[in-house]
């Protein structure tokens, strides 16, 4: 079984649905995060979170929320999805903030 | 976290090294250096960090200039399993409240048969 798992690996969704994306890991670290990936784009942070207490804003968070509803799962929502939020989304872990475990992806398309 | 610049693409025949340079010129004393790839839409993948001082793993080793002002990531026999994007990132290690990971466009890498 992969490190970081993500459900589902691909979505299509239409326009002002509310869609949950799931993540889970083995890795047993704290600390875990959300990007989105647009075509010939690197990778921005949507947010973060340090352990179940903790959830962090990262530079693009509007339209999203997450829960970290243990330490092994983080699930990020798109409360009403839109057309751009068409992305590539990844969950990540990593335990001290050094090394960076990513999971496959989920490929989300908003039509 | 410092900016840092490393060329759109490269090619590198299969069984040869692989040299994929970056550079950091506004790396501050306690910024590491970090290397990830990804492959086609995978998730990006850690290879190898550094500070200072030259390092290797199973993956690849890590050049960084005296200066620290520039770094070469090596894959020492290339296979076609290398074709990614790479990127190069500075930060530092652990830095609560600056959780960011900047990934730039990177270096698309590709092995010729």
């Known amino acids: 079984d992969a490190d970081v798992t993500q459900t589902p690996r691909n979505r299509i969704t239409k326009t002002g649905k509310r869609i949950m994306l799931e993540c889970s890991q083995t890795?047993?670290?704290?600390?875990m995060y959300w990007y989105r990936q647009d075509p010939g784009l690197g990778l921005r942070l949507i947010y973060y979170s340090f352990d179940v207490k903790d959830i962090n804003k990262g530079e693009i968070s509007d339209g999203y929320s997450v829960s970290r509803q243990a330490q092994a799962k983080f699930s990020l929502s798109l409360e009403s999805a839109i057309p751009n939020q068409t992305a590539l989304y990844f969950c990540?872990?990593?335990?001290?903030?050094?090394?960076?475990?990513f999971g496959s992806g989920t490929r989300l398309t908003v039509v | 976290d410092a900016k840092t610049t490393q060329p759109t693409s490269m090619d590198c025949a299969e069984g040869r090294a692989a040299n994929l340079p970056c550079n950091h010129s506004t790396i501050s004393g306690n910024e590491y250096v970090y290397w990830y790839r990804q492959i086609h839409s995978q998730g990006p993948q850690y290879i190898i960090h550094g500070l200072k001082n030259n390092e290797t793993n199973e993956m690849a080793s890590l050049i960084i200039t005296e200066d620290r002002k520039s770094s070469t990531l090596i894959l020492p026999h290339a296979t076609l399993r290398d074709t990614a994007v790479y990127y190069c990132i500075v930060r530092v290690a652990s830095n609560f409240g600056n959780e960011k990971l900047t990934f730039g466009t990177g270096t698309r890498l590709t092995i010729i048969p």
């Open positions: 890795k047993g670290h704290d600390r």
């Open positions: 990540a872990t990593s335990d001290s903030g050094v090394g960076y475990t």
